[in-house]
Every structure is written in C-alpha cells, then in structure tokens.
C-alpha cells in the first residue's frame, strides 16, 4: 500500500471492511503495528476528504554498521545518528563499523547507549566536511578508558573527551575540539627522521641560536607507541 493512494475498492480489500472504516483502523492498530517497523522513523497520516488517505514514510538512514570486538565481519545490524538499531545490508559497504563488546550488543529496535552511543557520537561527527580528513573506518569501544579509532590512513588512535558517555551539548563541545586537535595532528605528521627544534623567539637566524628555556615550545600531536597512535594535547620540544 506504500506509494500510491487508497481507492475505495483497495481499502476492502486490504482490510475486509467498508472503505470509511479505514482511516479509523489505520490510525488504531495499524499504525500501531507500523510503529515496530524499526526501518522506518516517521509516519505520517493524512486524510483528504472525500474518502483519501495519504500515508508519508520516512526511512532511517544508517550513519555506521555495527560489529563485535573480536569477531570478523559485521551482523548485519546498523545504527541511524539517534542510536535506533537495526538490519540493513543494501547500501552500507562503505560505512565505518562500531565494534560494540560481546556483552553490550544491540538489539534491533532498541537504542545504542553508553559508550556505544559515545562512538556513534564521533562518528556522527566525522561525517562533517570538517572532519572529512580523518575518515573514520571504524571505532572500537572495547577498552573502558578510551575508543580506539581507525583512521582513514588505517593508523590507529586512542581518544576520549570529557563526559564522553552523556548526550550532552558540555560532551558534544568536547569532542569537537578533540577531533580539530585530532585533525591539526594528522595533517600535521612529518614523517620520519625529521627534527623539530623549538626554543625560539621569531628573530633568530640560526639553530644554534634557540633558548628552550628562555623561549619554551609547547606542541601537540600524535605520540606512537606499539603501532597505536594517541592524542597527545601538549609536550615540550627543545
């Protein structure tokens, strides 16, 4: 019935009933039952006298495919940017993967929450032009300190950000300016054996001219340590 109009004639059919019965039966069970259709977002009912009924449906749209830690391949499960799961596989191949742990998955037709929904949150975020540099392939949650994150370069990062795990507008800040520092790093990277040396005070000519102590240089990036990259907000560089 979805994407055309009602004659009368199709209304008995599809209900069995005289064709004014069906805005009342609609709007009571039906759409009750459309309401467990975890695809769709929102429904909306109109009736245009004489006898029409408009049904409007709106699909969710799937921002990230949902996975388990330690488990190859994904389940088939994916989320929207409010934290509703469930199954979608068309369409999806390119979308970054949520590892979720073995204890905490998500069933379809229930919402993300914890720090699930605080992956979900980056990469929300990711999504934007901002952002577009780091391209997020997919967010582990399995470590409780921190969301280990895969970087569209397939280096790995740790971050985490205060109030990571509250859907508040104080955590949402905190993860912008997580991700800007995050991105200020990785366009940043300069490779191998290269020196910085700091120290200076804008008027020198020379290397051997720099003071750190005089004139201390405080940088941030990212550190590596067994092949995991971590954010880094400060250190000194002499």
């Not at 609609?26 to 109109?46: C, N, Q």
């Not at 700091?198 to 720099?210: H, I, L, M, P, V």
């Not at 990036?221 to 000194?236: D, E, F, M, Q, R």
Request: glycine share 10%.
């Amino acid at each position: 019935v979805f994407g055309k109009f009602l004659a009368r004639t199709d209304s008995m059919r599809v209900t069995d009933t005289p064709g004014d019965r069906l805005l009342i039966d609609f709007e009571g069970k039906r759409r009750e039952a459309l309401k467990h259709i975890y695809t769709l977002r929102e429904i909306s009912i109109t009736r245009y006298l004489p006898g029409r009924v408009a049904v409007v449906a709106e699909e969710r749209t799937p921002v990230a495919k949902l996975g388990v830690h330690g488990q190859r391949g994904t389940t088939g499960r994916v989320v929207d940017g409010e934290g509703m799961v469930f199954v979608c596989q068309r369409g999806t191949q390119l979308l970054p993967t949520i590892y979720e742990t073995p204890s905490t998955t998500t069933s379809p037709g229930h919402r993300i929450g914890g720090r699930a929904f605080a992956a979900l949150a980056l990469v929300d975020l990711s999504r934007e032009p901002d952002f577009a540099d780091l391209a997020v392939q997919d967010v582990d949650i399995f470590k409780r300190d921190y969301l280990t994150v895969t970087l569209g370069n397939y280096s790995k990062v740790k971050i985490s950000w205060e109030g990571m795990d509250e859907a508040t507008a104080r955590s949402r800040k905190a993860l912008v300016s997580r991700l800007t520092n995050l991105r200020h790093a990785v366009r940043s990277q300069l490779g191998t054996n290269v020196k910085v040396i700091g120290g200076f005070a804008g008027d020198e000519t020379d290397a051997t001219q720099a003071d750190p102590e005089a004139n201390p240089t405080v940088l941030g990036g990212l550190t590596h340590k067994n092949g995991v990259a971590k954010y880094t907000p400060k250190w000194s560089c002499s």
